[in-house]
């Protein structure tokens, strides 16, 4: 998806100039001719269809999101430094990250000023159900986990059926209506967890490794070693050893914050290339795999 926008030069500069002088200064004396013009900037924004999981708000590596309750959803707050962990993590992709860029279209006659709005394409971490249980006896009827269930996997059934469906009786329970989960359509997310308000579910389930999509690199011989970037890497994964620039590679996520801080570009955020990222994610899978076949021998 991507979005353009216009804007006319002499409205941008007017806008200059309104935020350049005090209001009660005549803004008719001032003018500005704004010869280049060139922006960028990264969104992170969640959808309406968020499920209220939850998985976002525990990975955030900033505490940046809020966490949802059945009557709202999730937000990320202006403490986030775009990492993009939160939509590699959310299981049904309403995080979405986008690319806002702008610039003076220089082949317009008026130098038109685009916006565009682009949206990034972000692989996702692993996420697999591996058990998941509900105590019927602490269940009081909600129904915020049918609601919210992405995949429909919570119902709601009487007694008799649930029973057969288990091959089990439940003598225990009352003759009514309860919600039964369907194991084989449960992805794991953890939306009716969060939101049970008396522990009745319990899940065990398998979260991924944060895949890498990008590389800090480090240029040691432009450093002035001015601790700018030790300072302000929100992970601590930085650290200025005498005149070298150390990086903790497994705590780097590669956010960006460090090398727009950087006052000589000592550093910098590449993106790997796709295969790399590729043969990165095919060898988690490979790993999971082999993790889940050994638990099932096990069992």
Do not use: W
Not at 238 to 245: A, K, P, Q, S
């Amino acid at each position: 998806m991507e979005i353009k926008l216009k804007k006319q030069m002499e409205d941008l500069q007017r806008e200059v100039v309104l935020k350049s002088v005090d209001l009660d200064d005549d803004i008719d004396d001032f003018e500005v001719d704004i010869g280049a013009y060139d922006g960028y900037d990264k969104l992170i924004t969640i959808s309406p269809r968020c499920v209220r999981c939850d998985l976002c708000v525990e990975e955030c590596p900033v505490d940046a999101i809020s966490p949802s309750s059945a009557v709202k959803k999730s937000r990320v707050e202006n403490n986030c430094v775009k990492c993009e962990i939160c939509a590699q993590t959310c299981p049904v992709s309403c995080i979405y990250v986008m690319e806002t860029k702008s610039a003076i279209n220089k082949e317009s006659d008026d130098g038109d000023v685009e916006y565009s709005l682009k949206e990034v394409k972000v692989p996702h971490r692993v996420l697999r159900m591996k058990d998941i249980n509900i105590d019927r006896t602490k269940c009081d009827d909600c129904g915020d986990c049918v609601k919210f269930c992405p995949t429909k996997a919570i119902t709601i059934k009487e007694k008799s059926i649930i029973e057969a469906a288990d091959d089990t009786s439940y003598p225990y329970l009352e003759d009514k209506e309860y919600p039964y989960i369907d194991k084989e359509l449960c992805v794991g997310c953890g939306s009716c967890v969060n939101l049970c308000n008396t522990d009745a579910i319990t899940l065990d389930r398998t979260l991924g490794p944060v895949i890498v999509t990008k590389s800090l690199c480090i240029d040691q011989d432009a450093c002035v070693q001015c601790y700018l970037c030790e300072e302000s890497c929100p992970v601590d994964a930085i650290r200025l050893d005498g005149d070298e620039v150390v990086l903790d590679d497994d705590k780097c996520i590669r956010c960006n914050v460090c090398s727009s801080k950087c006052p000589v570009n000592a550093l910098s955020l590449k993106d790997l290339e796709k295969s790399e990222s590729s043969e990165e994610l095919k060898d988690l899978e490979k790993s999971e795999d082999l993790e889940n076949n050994t638990d099932s021998e096990t069992n």
